[in-house]
């Protein structure tokens, strides 16, 4: 019992360091400048969030190509308007689908993406358990 | 039963390699697109070779038609000129161009030198019109339909066998 303890234990730790976003900006951040504190906190969370179409792995605070530095002008452009994140993601849904946000909606398409991991973790709980009462 | 268990996690390991193994072969790398079964979106550009002329959705006028993004930096764009130049000398359908962050002296020269298959070349230095469309690089092309609705999206090089593929039945409606 203890083991399943310690691996729970583990477990719980690396997910917590995988879920820190990495956060590095490789533009020059002087090329926007804000109204309120709001609007920058907003703009750069913004950033982390999108992802770059052309460089399917980075996100847009992480891409100097040509495509990122176009939507980033758009996100920004947006956020000097007073829209909020979520009519901002929609703009941007709207346009490349869901693929530009990582942090996909729970809708039919992705939830073999939400609930997958659930199940595999039921799945081999579920064995181990069943695995050891054999055993016993 | 007790058998069947056993080599149940390599049943479920095997099941996952294939699974897995049958997506990487899947040569479908194409974005989603939001835009099918959508209006073009309205936009409002200056012509490639006229800095002075205002360009609007108004001006695509012959319908229907294919728009085609493409810059003198895009290799695979040179690729595909040559069909496109085909597209027009047998008169299939009209091709407007939407010139993506491209010099407009280099992409008026290479028209000039390898011909033009545009009616006109709208000229989108800043990406506007391509953020709207979706675009994330060149070439792309998108096919409108007799009502102004983009019916199909190709990312990379249009050909012979993509035109019969994924455009032609689109001409006949």
Redesign the interface.
Known sequence: MNKILIIIFICSISLGILSEAEQKFTFDKEAYSFDNIVQEELFYSLLVELRCPKCQSSNLSGSNSPISNDLKREVYELVIKEQSAEEIKAYLVERYGNFIIYNPPIEPATYILWFGPFLLIILSLGSIILYRRKQA | M?KL?DI??LV?FVTLIIVLFSFLSNEDDQ?????IDESFPEFSLTSLTDKTKVLTKSDISELPALINVWATWCIACKVEHPFLMQLKEESILPIYGLNY?DNRNKAIALLQADGNPFEFSIFDF??RL????????APETFFIDKAGLIRVRHVGVIDDKVWKEKFAKYLDE
């Open positions: 007790k268990l149940l996690p479920i974005l989603e697109t939001a835009l962050k800043e990406g391509a953020i709207d469309l979706g675009v994330y690089g």
